[in-house]
C-alpha cells in the first residue's frame, strides 16, 4: 500500500517545477518574482513557492492546501508560510497579497457552483485593492480527458519511488456529467499488485461561464491566454489562462 506521504512523495517525481522545461512554470515565475507578497491556493508539495525563495524572493509567501501529507512536505522549507486549508479559508486573510495562484490546474479542483464563487470570494478578499488572480484552467473544447484512460490503452507511466521501486500509475476516466469529470488514478507495481486507488473530480469551465464567475465574484479580467507564450484562446486552444484583478 502506498501512504499519503507516498503519494506527495511521487507527485513531486512525476511533475518537478522546471522553468526551463515548462513554459507554464516560466510563467508562473515571471509573475511570483514580480510581487512583494504571494498566496499560492492549492499549494500542494509548494514547490513554486519554495523556487521562488531560492531564486531569491524576498517578500511573503504563503500557500495554503487541504491535503496535509502535501503540506507537511512543503513544510520542509521553512521560509514559506505553509497554511492547511482550502481556498474557501482564503478569506482569514484581509487585503494582504498583491498577487494570488493556483497552479498546475488546481482551479479546477473546484467544482461545485457554491464552492467556486466561496473560494473566488475568498480569494479576492485575501487580495489587496487592484491585486491579481492568476490561475489556468483546461479548455473544455480540448477535451483533454479523452487521453486520459490509460488504464484501459495500456499507456500507463512509470516512476522510480525514493526506495527504488518502479511503479505504473495509470488513469481511468469514469464519468463526464456537463463540465465535471471524475476520474481515477491506480498506482500498481510490476507485477500489477494495486497499491492504491485515487478518485479525483475535475471541473473544466468554458470561457463565458469563467467570466460569469469571476465578475459576480468582484474581478476583472484582466488578460487571458489560449497558451504559455502570450497567445490569444482561439477555437484550437488547450488552455484559458488568466490574470484576473480585484476590482
Ligand atoms: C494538481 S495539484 C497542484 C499542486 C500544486 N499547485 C503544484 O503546482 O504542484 C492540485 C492541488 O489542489 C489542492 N486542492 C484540492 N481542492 C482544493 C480546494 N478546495 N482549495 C484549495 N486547494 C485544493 C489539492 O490538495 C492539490 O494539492
Not at 132 to 150: G, I, K, L, V
Amino acid at each position: 500500500m502506498l501512504s499519503d506521504a507516498d503519494v506527495a512523495a511521487l507527485y513531486d517525481l512525476m511533475n518537478p517545477w522546471d522553468p526551463d522545461r515548462f513554459p507554464s512554470d516560466a510563467f508562473y515565475d515571471r509573475l511570483v518574482l514580480a510581487a512583494d507578497s504571494v498566496l499560492d491556493v492549492g499549494c500542494g508539495t509548494g514547490s513554486m513557492l519554495r523556487t521562488a525563495r531560492e531564486s531569491g524572493h524576498r517578500g511573503r509567501l504563503v500557500g495554503i492546501d487541504p491535503d496535509r501529507a502535501a503540506l507537511d512536505r512543503a513544510r520542509r522549507c521553512a521560509d514559506v508560510e505553509w497554511v492547511l486549508g482550502t481556498a474557501a479559508d482564503a478569506a482569514a486573510w484581509d487585503g494582504e497579497f498583491e498577487l494570488a495562484t493556483m497552479v498546475s490546474h488546481a482551479f479546477q479542483c473546484l467544482v461545485g457552483d457554491e464552492e467556486l464563487r466561496a473560494s473566488l470570494t475568498a480569494v479576492r478578499t485575501a487580495l489587496r485593492d487592484g491585486g491579481r488572480f492568476a490561475f489556468e484552467t483546461r479548455h473544455p473544447q480540448a477535451r483533454a480527458w479523452e487521453d486520459w484512460s490509460s488504464a484501459d490503452t495500456g499507456d500507463a507511466s512509470e516512476v522510480v519511488d525514493p526506495s527504488g521501486r518502479v511503479l505504473r500509475s495509470a488513469h481511468h476516466v469514469e464519468s463526464v456529467v456537463g463540465d465535471v469529470v471524475t476520474f481515477t488514478e491506480t498506482t500498481s507495481d510490476l507485477d500489477g499488485a494495486v497499491l492504491r486507488v485515487d478518485r479525483t473530480s475535475l471541473r473544466f469551465l468554458d470561457v463565458p461561464d469563467l467570466a460569469d464567475f469571476l465578475h459576480g465574484s468582484g474581478f476583472a479580467i484582466e488578460s487571458q491566454y489560449g497558451d504559455w507564450h502570450g497567445g490569444p484562446v482561439t477555437a484550437a486552444s488547450r488552455e484559458i489562462v488568466t490574470i484576473a484583478r480585484r476590482v
